[in-house]
C-alpha cells in the first residue's frame, strides 16, 4: 500500500468536509485511518482530523490527494512546490497543478504563500525574484515561467457553512423553488446597503430577460440610487434596452400592451443602427438621442459597464468586446474588489462570470430555470445560492426593498 498522512482543520464537521473527505477516498478506491480528531465544542472552535490515506499504486495516491487538496486537505510534512518552467508561450509544463476557485497556499522557501488572483481552471506561476504566486490562465503563461506542477507543496482552504443562523447562507445551499423569496430578498437589500455604506463593489450580470419581461426600469432605479458599481452583460441587453427606449419594444413585443408591433421584428436593428450611428452609447446619450433605459442609466451614473459579444449578435452595438480572451480579461480587471455578484437571467454570462471569481464572493444567481443554477454550480461555483424567481418579480422587490432603506423612489 502507498500511503500519506493528511490534516483536515476548520469547521470540517458542520461544513461537512470531513464527510466529503471520506467518501472520496473509499470513490476513488482507498482507505483510511483517522489517527487523531479534534471536534470543537463551540461555535467559535476550530475541529481537526489527522487521517493516513492508502492507495494500492502510487499514481492512485496522487490522484487521490489532488482531490483531497482541493476539498481543503493538507498533506502533513508537506514538501517543497515543484516549480518547472513554461516549454512555450500560452503552454503550460506537463502535470501543471490545475486551480480551484479557493483560497490557495504553496509552499515556497520554508513558507506558506497564498496565491494571488485566485480563478479556477488555471496554473500557478512564481516569480521568485518578488517572492510572489499568482493564478494566469494558460493563453497568458509565457515561456519560461515557473509553473507549480503536481500536488506537492499546495494547499486549499475550503468554503465552510458558516455557524451564525442566518437565512442568507452562502455556502451549501442547495437550489430550489420552495426558498423564503422575502426573506432572502430582505438579505439581500440589507447586504447592499451595508456594502454601500462600506464603500465595496456590488456586480451585476444580466440577461436580455430583464428587458423582455419589463424589470429594466427597476434595474435603472437601483443604478440611479448607487447601488451598483459594475454591469456585464452582452449585445442583447444593450440593444433590447436601447429598443425599448427609443421604440417602446423588445424584442418588437409592445412593452406596455405586450402586443406584437407590425415590423417589430425589425426594432433591434434599428435600435443598433441609431446608436451606431450617433457614434456609441455614450454618444447617444449625450446627443440626447438616449434618454432613458439600464445603459441610460449607467452612463448617467457613470456606472462602469462591460459588454462581451456572441457569435448571434447582430450588429454589434458600438463598445461591444467581440474577442472572447478581451473579454475574459476585462472581466477580470473589473472583478478586482467585487463583494457581491447579483447574476440575473442570463446563463452563459453566469457561468463566465462564476469561472472568474474566487469562491470568497457572495454570489447570487436569480433565474426562472433552475437548471441554470445548477450548472452554475456544476461548473464550480458552489459558492453560489440559487433563486429560482421571475427576475421581474425579483428586481421589482429589491428596488421596493431598497428603497425603504434609502428611498430610491415609487
Known amino acids: 500500500m502507498y500511503t500519506q498522512r493528511i490534516e483536515l482543520r476548520g469547521h470540517i464537521i458542520d461544513s461537512h468536509i470531513l464527510s466529503k473527505v471520506l467518501d472520496t477516498i473509499i470513490h476513488c478506491n482507498g482507505d483510511f485511518v483517522i ?23 502510487e499514481e492512485g495516491l496522487k490522484n487521490m490527494l489532488t482531490m483531497l487538496q482541493s476539498m481543503g486537505a493538507t498533506i502533513v510534512a508537506a514538501k517543497e512546490v515543484i516549480l518547472k518552467p513554461a516549454p512555450q508561450d ?5 502535470n501543471f497543478y ?32 518578488e517572492g510572489r504566486a499568482r493564478c494566469v490562465p494558460m493563453d497568458r503563461v509565457r515561456m519560461g515561467d515557473l509553473v507549480v506542477v503536481g500536488p506537492e507543496g499546495v494547499k486549499v482552504q475550503p468554503l465552510q457553512r458558516s455557524r451564525r443562523k442566518e437565512a442568507f447562507g452562502f455556502m451549501g445551499s442547495a ?17 447592499m446597503v451595508a456594502l454601500k455604506k462600506e464603500g465595496k463593489k456590488v456586480l451585476i450580470v444580466g440577461g436580455p430577460a430583464i428587458i423582455h419581461t419589463g424589470a429594466g426600469k427597476y434595474l435603472s432605479r437601483i443604478i440611479e440610487a448607487g447601488y451598483i458599481d459594475c454591469l456585464f452583460a452582452g449585445n442583447a441587453l444593450a440593444t433590447h434596452d436601447i429598443e425599448a427606449a427609443l421604440l417602446g419594444t423588445s424584442l418588437g413585443i409592445d412593452l406596455k400592451t405586450g402586443k406584437a408591433t407590425p415590423a417589430g421584428h425589425t426594432h433591434h436593428l434599428r435600435a443598433i443602427n441609431e446608436i451606431r450611428l450617433a457614434g456609441g452609447i455614450e454618444q447617444a446619450v449625450k446627443k440626447g438621442i438616449l434618454t432613458s433605459g439600464v445603459m441610460y442609466s449607467c452612463v448617467v451614473n457613470k456606472v462602469d459597464y462591460l459588454l462581451a459579444g456572441s457569435i448571434r449578435d447582430d450588429g454589434p452595438l458600438p463598445g461591444v ?36 471569481l474566487p469562491a470568497s464572493v457572495r454570489t447570487v444567481c436569480v433565474d426562472i430555470n433552475p437548471a441554470v443554477v445548477t450548472k452554475l454550480s456544476d461548473r464550480g461555483s458552489s459558492q453560489a445560492i440559487g433563486l429560482v424567481s421571475d427576475v421581474e418579480w425579483f428586481l421589482r422587490e429589491l428596488a421596493r426593498r431598497l428603497s425603504c432603506r434609502a428611498g430610491i423612489g415609487k
Open 35 to 57: 489517527e487523531e480528531l479534534t471536534i470543537g465544542r463551540s461555535k467559535r472552535d476550530h475541529s481537526s482530523a489527522l487521517i493516513e490515506v492508502r492507495a494500492t499504486t
Open 90 to 94: 500560452g503552454a503550460f509544463p506537463p
Open 98 to 129: 490545475a486551480t480551484t476557485n479557493l483560497q490557495t497556499f504553496i509552499h515556497y522557501d520554508g513558507r506558506w504563500l497564498e496565491v494571488d488572483d485566485m480563478e479556477m481552471d488555471c496554473g500557478i506561476v512564481l516569480t521568485p525574484t
Open 175 to 191: 437550489v430550489s423553488s420552495e426558498r423564503p423569496k422575502g426573506l432572502f430578498l430582505r438579505e439581500i437589500a440589507d447586504l
Open 321 to 356: 468586446i467581440t474577442d472572447t480572451l478581451i473579454a475574459q480579461e476585462e472581466m477580470r480587471q473589473r472583478l478586482r474588489g467585487v463583494e457581491l455578484v447579483l447574476m440575473l437571467a442570463t446563463m452563459l454570462h453566469s457561468i463566465a462570470t462564476g469561472n472568474l
